[in-house]
């Protein structure tokens, strides 16, 4: 034919049953009864009392809510339903697909199509169920949604099919909570299946196993947990490239060749769904070239797994602070490091469309790429604000010593002034190559902002750069950034600048503001102004020292 269509000139179907969708949605065939058509378990014929009551199909006798005990019916021995508004995602589990189901409002019933796979592969399929009928012999499990209310009536009443042996598969409300973003298959599958519409709002389970309500999480992939074990060569210790406050970090590559980096939650760690949650819906939000990437996430039972862009020298820390790598970090490169930080954290609190709040700040978290550049991660500590100089409390105090403002340390209160002084403790520590924790010097006993402010009133502020830097720094620039360090790291966060003005200072030779003393500043001298303020009362603090 010219159009090259297809053309129906006859059709020879072997039984009734034959039929495309001859019982109608929801409506099951069978060629062993009369008449051939029967209603699906959990629903009721659409024009009863007709002489073809079966003609409009069926309707569900309890309509669905999207509540977390909504569970499946199995039916088995059964074709298939067609798959026009169908999804197959070949790498999922029957558990996966359950999950998956479970966790989309939207999705009706779930399969694995391939027998012969044991168990691997998921059909999931959103709207009606059209042209399904029974193969006693060789037939297959077709999981059916239905509402709560429905399921535990069939429990109590054992009105259950056994012609269709239907078997309950319920998920309890602690279990389903595990369900946290388990369908964002679609997401990852978007393009290929443009009709599927993924719900914006998941569930998963906190610390004290109770539901949590996750939102908007559609822009970012979901991975099975078999493709993470099959990159990390199932989490192999020769993989493990780190380990932070929310767990161990490996090396990955995935199918399509790129490499990972796999962040595994571990039993230990302080950090759990909260920090979860703020990592999947912040970082897939933002994006800026000085902030690292999230590729994608998993989660299944307890394994809470986020995938990023691999960064191949690893943290800034790993260099900073080692006497056998310090040296690779030159004049030019610290600078381009600092400036970097710098754009990443205005783009954070003023740029983005989310106003952030890192919170945790410091050199671990300074990721380097493969030309040295820098990019900020772990997110699991951020927090959304609205203004631009507003000030929230928690009674929670989380982050890392040496690196948080006094206000949040003692008072609970954080504010964009709280990452200020986080990034003042880091220009600090790159131009000096110390730490300003466990910092010592045999004449004093300042911590090291203490001795930067201790050399800069004396006009020594060159002392405080790293000898390694001898041969490649830049005075001016050296100067101006201890200067800008100290600016940042004021005990009072009205005098800290914000972090558009110490781009445009760090970028500029105008004169700068003189500094006023640091915070937590311990020299002899300065005894009569407290170095921290008393603790309030009524605030718990749990830092976490990473």
Partial sequence: MRNREWMQDLTIPM????????????????????????????????????????????????????GLEEGFL????????????????????????????????SCTAYANPNITTNGVGCLLWFGDLIDIREYPLNGQDLYVRLAASELLGFVASKRLNKKNRVLIVVISTSSAAALLFAVVY??????????????????????????????DVKELPFFSLHEILKATDDFSISNKIGEGGFGPVYKGILEDGREVAVKRLSETSQQGLDE??????????????????????????????????????????????????????DWPCRFQIIHGMARAILYLH???????????????????????SPKISDFGLARKFVGSDTFTKTKKVVGTYGYISPEYAVHGKFSIKSDVFSFGVLVLEIVSGKKNRGFSHQDHSDNLLGHAWRLYKEN?????????????????????????????????????PTMLSVILMLISEGVLPEPKQPAFFTGESHREAPSVLSVDEYMITQVYAR
């Fill in 186 to 215: 679609a997401c990852k599958k978007k393009k290929k299946m443009p009709h599927m519409k993924v719900k914006e709002t998941w569930y998963g389970l906190d610390k004290k196993n109770t539901s949590v309500q996750v939102e």
């Fill in 15 to 66: 039984d009734y049953c034959d039929n495309y969708g001859v019982c109608g949605p929801y409506g099951s065939c069978s060629t062993a009864t009369l008449p051939n058509c029967e209603c699906l378990t959990g629903f009721e014929p659409k024009n009863p009392g007709e002489l073809n009551q079966y003609s409009g199909g069926c309707r569900r006798v309890k309509a669905l809510d999207c």
């Fill in 460 to 496: 020594k502020s060159i002392e405080l750069m790293s000898a390694c830097l001898r041969d490649s720094f830049i005075l001016s620039e050296v100067l101006r950034s201890i200067h800008v360090g100290l600016l940042c790291v004021q005990h009072h966060p009205e005098d800290r």
């Fill in 350 to 372: 003023q740029d983005s469309r989310l106003q952030i709040i890192h919170r945790d700040l410091k050199a671990g978290n300074i990721l380097l790429d493969a030309d040295m």
């Fill in 74 to 105: 199995k039916f088995s021995s059964m074709k298939l339903p067609d798959t026009e508004n169908a999804l197959f995602h070949s790498s999922m589990s029957l558990w996966e697909c359950e999950l998956a189901c479970k966790g989309n409002c």
């Fill in 276 to 329: 979860f949650k703020n990592e999947v819906m912040y970082v897939a939000k933002l994006q800026h070239r000085n902030l690292v990437k999230l590729y994608g996430y998993c989660i299944r039972g307890n394994e809470m797994i986020l995938i990023y862009e691999y960064m191949a020298n690893k943290s800034l820390d790993t260099f900073l602070f080692d006497e056998s790598k310090t040296s690779m970090l």
